[in-house]
């Protein structure tokens, strides 16, 4: 049974930080790549960055320069750090993990910016 559970959302003033995690249990967390995805009220969710094992990262065009995605792979966990936040970023973050043949999702975790 493979489980991605989220934390360290919130509510945050733009120009704001936050950092979140996901930790994994019930598979080899190491050999999978990971990604967060993001999905605003009305819009389709959207990837916003991946690792993979060897710990290549990509990222949406809108998150370039102020996000940055990480995994500790001792520690099952997947991280988001998120810098100089807008209110445009605000959406429920989902942490995925891609097994090639499924993919699991965690239960998401509400990011706000707002003043």
């Known amino acids: 049974q493979v489980q991605l559970v989220e934390s360290g959302g919130g509510l945050v003033q733009p120009g704001g930080s936050l950092r979140l995690s996901c930790v994994v249990s019930?598979?080899?967390?190491?050999?999978?790549?990971m990604a967060w995805y993001r999905q605003a009220p009305g819009k389709q969710r959207e990837l916003v960055a991946s690792?993979?094992?060897?710990?290549?990262?990509n990222y949406a065009d809108s998150v370039k320069g102020r996000f940055t995605i990480s995994r500790d792979n001792a520690k099952n966990t997947l991280f988001l750090q998120m810098n100089s936040l807008k209110p445009e970023d605000t959406a429920v973050y989902y942490c995925?993990?891609?097994?090639?043949?499924?993919?699991?999702w965690g239960q998401g975790t509400q990011v706000t910016v707002s003043s």
């Open positions: 995925h993990q891609d097994q090639i043949f499924r993919v699991y």
């Open positions: 019930g598979s080899i967390f190491s050999i999978y790549t």
């Open positions: 690792i993979t094992r060897g710990s290549n990262t």
